[in-house]
């Protein structure tokens, strides 16, 4: 489960819940459907993480401890977003709750390094990684460039290489982020991976408004896999380098007004036009 904002990858207001829920197949904890069941949502929750454990431990397996650490990062989670609502609502500044988060990622960076080889690996690893993105997003840079000196070749590596172009201001410089994309695209075998990585080093350099660079990296994308869903989102961007850039004429296009008739752009040509784009979901 995933929350989107006004891009594919561009909201994490609800924090690391949205990304824990999305690994266990569970439902995103929101503030206004969690308040009301405080007590007993976080007591479920705790004695589904004690569980977890024990389960995890007597299986000794590295996916059934990753998922513990997953559901205690959930409980984490509730539990931060509880005590701000209740601070925002008794009109309180600060943050005076003891965030357990960092301990639980360090135990997952733990996990990972130990599962470094094992069938279970990457995933771990990869989700690791993810969850690291809410409450370590400084360091964001440095693990993706040992996820991706360890597991290259993984498809769980192409999750991570989604977050690239969104994550990229806030760890390590955008340059670093490029070079580790371009690294994954021309060192994968995997053509998924390959695309994508490629994709999201282009959007980096479209974002740093290096247009020319930008477009040559999407071209790039449509001749290496002409069929993917990767070259016809450049198709999109190249036509917007080409032709949406600020002082440009717009492109003509036709509509129908709220009383059934149909405009064309140019048929308003010379005249003052305000022009309202929206979107609903």
């Known amino acids: 489960m995933r929350c989107f904002g006004k891009s594919k990858f561009e909201c994490w207001g609800c924090g690391g819940a949205t990304i824990a829920g999305q690994i266990r197949g569970g439902n995103q904890i929101t503030r206004s459907a969690y308040r009301p069941r405080r007590v007993l949502a976080v007591l479920v929750s705790a004695a589904a993480a004690l569980v977890g454990q024990v389960a995890g431990a007597a299986r000794a397996g590295p996916r059934e401890e990753f998922e513990s650490l997953v559901s205690e990062m959930d409980v ?26 960092s301990e639980i990622l360090r135990r997952m960076d733990a996990l990972a390094d130990s599962s470094a080889g094992s069938s279970e690996g ?38 991570p290489v989604e977050y690239a172009s969104v994550v990229f201001r806030d760890s390590g410089t955008p340059d670093g982020w490029i070079e580790a994309l371009d690294t994954v695209a ?29 477009r040559g990296a999407f071209n790039e994308i449509i001749k290496d896999v002409p069929r993917s869903e990767f070259a016809e989102l450049a198709r999109g961007y190249i036509f917007e380098i080409e032709r949406l850039q600020v002082g440009m004429t717009a492109p003509d296009f036709q509509t129908e007004t709220l009383d059934g008739k149909t405009i064309t752009l140019k048929s308003l040509r010379g005249k003052p036009i305000f022009l309202n784009f929206w979107a609903s979901w």
């Open 76 to 101: 984490a989670v509730a539990q931060l977003l509880e005590a701000r609502a209740e601070r925002a609502a008794a009109g309180e500044a600060g943050e005076h709750y003891q965030d357990k988060r």
């Open 122 to 159: 990457a995933f771990i690893a990869a989700q690791t990684y993810l969850l690291s993105l809410d409450v370590d997003r400084q360091n964001a840079l440095a693990r993706f460039q040992t996820l991706l000196a360890r597991y290259s070749d993984a498809a769980d590596l192409d999750q």
């Open 186 to 214: 021309s060192s994968t075998k995997r053509v998924e991976t390959r695309g994508g990585a490629a994709f999201q080093a282009a959007v980096i350099r479209l974002k740093l408004e290096r247009l020319a660079s930008a």
